[in-house]
């Protein structure tokens, strides 16, 4: 079976760097958008959190359980709030059911459903995780432009960067 | 030894990413800003290859020394980047040295055993040295989604914008 060891590290350490950018965003942070159309901070949040069970939904939806509780049974897709204790309690629980979903799938070989045919990591489940912090990554980019374009001061901008040295001492937990 | 594999397949296909958004782009959204004293899409890409070289410039200088110019100094007296005034249509060239560059210093440290350098006391992948590697795609990424959002603000329609989501689907396979 696959060795998933530094997939799940980088999964935990890409939580923290949510949760570090969440425990810096400010009311008037959240609600920042392009003006153009695209998503505000919060949604962006929102749609991170809530990507997990949506692709659940789609691939293993015995896991996405967890997710539709916090939506109250609204499609993930479409979920969205500015509150950050519920952004934080939905990449939790969005996270605690994709390790679970691709340790079951790991483990027992059987791919995730894919109803739609829009690829669902038939080759390894596991890239799944992968996935998701490539997906929040970018999106945690976009979130600095947005917050740039919004006159952020170039200190708050800077302090933001201090996550990425959750990347460079892994195992860490004095690292912010 | 922890095995790679699920993240040698994740480096890969950062890298099909990488070209597929490159690819994607016209010349004039190269220079694109957000008009705030931002970075262009271009500083944007050329910084992603650049991490590569910086870091291994840091922590296995030996590694680095494919991706320098020993005839050519910077302004610290340096080898120079050979990238570093080459144009922006070489830059998935330069992305492609740099990823080979990181694999081998990634592959001949756990070989090794011997841990990365780490003169600046900036934590340098203690743990494991393939850490470097998923660094680099979350960092790459974390760039991909700011010149998503440039080229947005520049001009790109929402179904333009969606048909370059379709590059997601690499990750997917």
């Known amino acids: 079976m696959t060795d ?100 079951a799938h790991a483990a027992s070989g059987t791919p995730f459903a894919d109803p739609h045919g829009v690829g669902t990591f038939h080759t390894r489940p596991a890239l799944f995780l992968t996935y998701m912090t490539v997906h929040d990554a970018g999106h945690r980019g976009q979130i600095v432009t947005l917050l740039r374009h919004a006159g952020t001061s170039p200190e708050r901008l800077d302090d933001l960067e201090d996550a990425w040295n959750i990347w460079r001492r892994p195992l860490s937990p004095e690292t912010p | 030894m922890t095995d790679l594999t699920l993240l040698l397949e994740s480096f890969r296909r950062n890298a099909r990413v990488n070209d597929t958004l490159i690819a994607a782009l016209t010349p004039e959204e190269f220079a694109l800003t957000d008009g705030r004293g931002g970075w262009t899409v271009e500083r944007h890409l050329r910084h992603m290859a650049g991490f590569r ?99 947005r603000q520049g001009g790109r329609t929402p179904e333009q914008m969606d048909a370059l989501d379709a590059h997601w689907a690499i990750w997917r396979e």
Do not use: K
């Not at chain 1, 949510?18 to 919060?42: Q, W, Y």
């Not at chain 2, 991706?67 to 249509?89: H, K, M, Y």
């Not at chain 2, 210093?105 to 934590?123: I, K, L, N, T, Y």
């Open chain 2, 53 to 151: 070289v910086g870091w291994l410039w840091n922590m296995s200088r030996d590694h680095a020394s494919p991706l320098l110019n020993p005839d050519e100094l910077d302004a610290d007296g340096d080898p120079q980047w050979r990238w570093a005034n080459a144009p922006a249509t070489s830059l998935p060239e330069a992305l492609a040295a740099g990823d080979a560059a990181a694999l081998a210093a990634v592959e001949a440290h756990r070989a090794s055993g011997e841990p990365f350098a780490d003169p600046w006391g900036e934590g340098t992948y203690q743990s494991d040295p393939a850490h470097f590697l998923m660094h680099t795609i979350v960092h790459d990424s974390h760039h991909r989604g700011q010149v998503l959002s440039l080229i």
């Open chain 1, 4 to 103: 998933l060891t530094l997939t799940l590290e980088a999964f935990a350490l890409n939580a923290r760097v949510n949760d570090f950018l969440i425990g810096r965003l400010t009311p008037d942070d959240l609600n920042v958008s392009d003006g153009r159309g695209g998503m505000t901070v919060a949604r962006m949040l929102s749609h991170m959190g809530a990507s997990r069970g949506g692709w659940l939904l789609e691939m293993a939806p015995g896991f996405a359980a967890s997710t539709l509780a916090l939506t109250g049974g609204e499609n993930p897709w479409r979920w969205h709030t500015t509150d950050p204790a519920l952004i934080r309690a939905m990449l939790r629980a969005g996270d605690e059911a994709a390790i679970q979903a691709v340790q």
